[in-house]
């Protein structure tokens, strides 16, 4: 009889072992069942591999394989011979549900990250990212460069964004702030969201000129534009000074610990003559051992892309010393995002 102190089954070796190696089959298929949007076909009950393929251009019995493929992870389930339905997993790949993750898995399993990741080995030998040697230049450039690439790594951001950012605001209080600035805050989601929550809160987001016209249409959109300003700059160089707070999201990771620090510095500069200013940083706080997190994958994407890293609970205290700051405390979400408050040292 099993009791609760009853370590799991070990998979099959040979199973185990070709499955990771093959992995990349699965993110193929879970990228083309994204791309034809056959989750969103599913919405009203399970249907047929050939009623499928009509309504996305498919051929039938491919599509009937690479949805077989993907049920045996839990993404769909077969319900009947070729005839596939949602699961909780898939019901993310639906372009109309508040949680969808379709943006996400668009950017994370397209044909470019598979090419990136082809440079793997270069990486592991230099240090160095991937996306530099496989393109002649540093990722942001990348992105701003390829319309396509960088149209599906903002959708990808913000889909990811906002599917955390209620649990953020449940998480932590922000009550005690009367100004906000998003530093690298993109479109402003984030900001807009407290500032929704908190009427009492003005806010900035701050972040390159080139975005910041979509930005402030997207502040007008959502009648915040009293409350807030998008202001461009650049957090290596500096950052705007006089705010209660100092928000970052999914920002540090980006960055290697010299290029992470010197975006710090300029934060704890702005906060000088405040002492009750803080810094939070919303970002993944990896685990130790062997415990499964994403983080701990989306530790090798950050190296493949702008040579940044996910980093655990003391490397984020190391970091925040060396930079004039004191981590206070963290504060668990009920997403895989985490609040790191801190303040001056």
Known sequence: METLNTPPPQPNPFQHLLGVASGYILSCSLWVAAELDVASHLGDGPKSATELARLTHANPDILARVLRCLAMTGIFVETAPAT?????????????TPQ?????????????????????????????????????????????????????????????????????????????????????????????????????????????GSILGDTRGKIDQRGLSSRCQAVDGDFFQSVPAGFDAYLMKSIIHDWNDEKAGVILKNCRQALDGNPNGKLLLVEMVRPGGNEPHFSKVLDIEMLIFPGGRERSEEEFKTLLANNGFRLTRIFPTKSPMCVIEGVPA
């Open 84 to 96: 596939f339905g949602l699961t909780p997993a898939a019901e993310l790949l639906r372009k109309d």
């Open 100 to 208: 969808s993750q379709r943006d996400s898995v668009i950017w994370l399993a397209d044909p470019f990250h598979h090419r990136m990741f082809g440079d793997l080995l270069h990486s592991t030998r230099t240090g160095q990212p991937a996306v530099e040697h496989a393109t002649g230049k540093k990722a942001f450039e990348y992105f701003a460069d390829d319309e396509i690439e960088g149209k599906r790594f903002h959708a990808a951001m913000t889909s990811f964004s906002a599917s955390q950012i209620a649990a953020l605001l449940e998480a932590y209080d922000f009550s005690s702030c009367k100004s906000l600035i998003d530093v690298g805050g993109g479109h402003g989601h984030l900001v807009c969201e407290v500032l929704e929550k908190y009427p009492q809160i003005k806010g900035v987001v701050f972040d390159v």
